[in-house]
């Protein structure tokens, strides 16, 4: 896809690989609107987007939250415009440490899929008709291998996961034809807030880069409707 003036909705983008893709879709030219729950890390992250050259705006909003989903779609659409490109990458643990699924509590399970699967959803439903109408858009959702791997105490987070892939394979099936696109991305282990949380013992010089995976994934959405 043209990303030169395309309007970008990243959640989850104050910090870590939302932040480094809100910096790379900028600098290829995009419109972005970085949505997290912190407001003053997001204004650091779109005040360092600024000063490089790029366009970005902040909204501090929880993507779980089912009442937030309309304000995000109208404010960003107000701010940039028509959205072109939507980026699910606001993601939670659930409860950390990790623990297994018998010493889960049902309220974190259910945070967890508001935050990673039921907010996608809803922001998905309310901006996927416009792109229809308009014959056009990209729709982005940040997996990971745990959507297909059963690891021991990851069990909230990677049953979440494993329903957002196939959300977005069903998407996918249903809007083929109409020239909205969906891509579903593995970023591998990063050196981020976290997998710090995740595995606080792990080396952070054996991960990658936010920004390099950011670059990788951002070449990727520029080729899916070129």
Not at 51 to 56: K, L, Q, R, S
Not at 113 to 134: D, E, H, Q, S
């Amino acid at each position: 896809m043209e990303l030169r003036g395309a309007g970008a909705i990243v959640t989850g983008g104050s910090r870590g690989l939302g932040a480094a893709l809100g910096a790379a879709l900028a600098a290829k030219g995009a419109r972005v609107v970085l949505v997290a729950r912190e407001l003053g890390p997001l204004e650091q992250t779109v005040a360092r987007i600024r000063t490089a050259g790029g366009e970005a705006h902040a909204l501090a909003e929880d993507i779980g939250d089912k009442t937030a989903i309309h304000r995000i779609a109208g404010a960003a659409a107000a701010l940039v415009g028509p959205i072109d490109l939507l980026v699910h990458n606001a993601s939670t643990l659930g409860a950390v440490p990790l623990r297994l699924l018998l010493d889960t509590a049902c309220e974190d399970l259910e945070r967890t899929l508001a935050v990673n699967l039921v907010g996608p959803f809803r922001l998905t439903k309310t901006l996927a008709g416009p792109m229809v109408l308009r014959g056009r858009g990209t729709v982005v959702h940040v997996s990971s291998d745990a959507a297909t791997s059963a690891y021991p105490r990851w069990g909230a987070y990677g049953v979440s996961k494993a329903a957002l892939l196939h959300l977005n394979r069903i998407w996918a099936a249903e809007l083929e034809g109409t020239g909205v696109r969906f891509l579903s991305v593995d970023p591998g282990e990063m050196n981020t807030k976290m997998h710090a949380d995740a595995i606080p013992e792990a080396d952070p010089a054996t991960l990658a880069d936010p920004a390099d995976v950011a670059a990788r994934i951002v070449a990727q959405v520029a080729e899916v409707q070129s």
